[in-house]
Structures are given as C-alpha cells and as structure tokens.
C-alpha cells in the first residue's frame, strides 16, 4: 500500500475513534504514531 494511502485510512479511522476519545486513547496514540512515521 502506497504511503499516502495509508495515511488517510489511518486518519479517517483516528477521527471516527475520536468521538469516542476517552475509551480509545491508546488506540489513538498508536494511530497518531503510525501517521508520523510515515509522514517521515
């Protein structure tokens, strides 16, 4: 999969997450995490 592609599948799946943040805040760190490295 393509760099970019998988960046906004990731982020699309960080902002669904998001309405649940409290729940899912380790999720969302490792999400977060994952985008970074491939923005690198």
Do not use: F, T, Y
Request: proline content about 0%; some cysteine.
């Amino acid at each position: 999969m393509k760099k970019q592609e998988r960046m906004n599948l990731l982020k699309a799946r960080l902002n669904r997450l998001s309405v649940n943040d409290r729940d899912n805040a380790g999720v969302c760190r490792k999400i977060r995490r994952e985008i970074r490295r491939l923005e690198k």
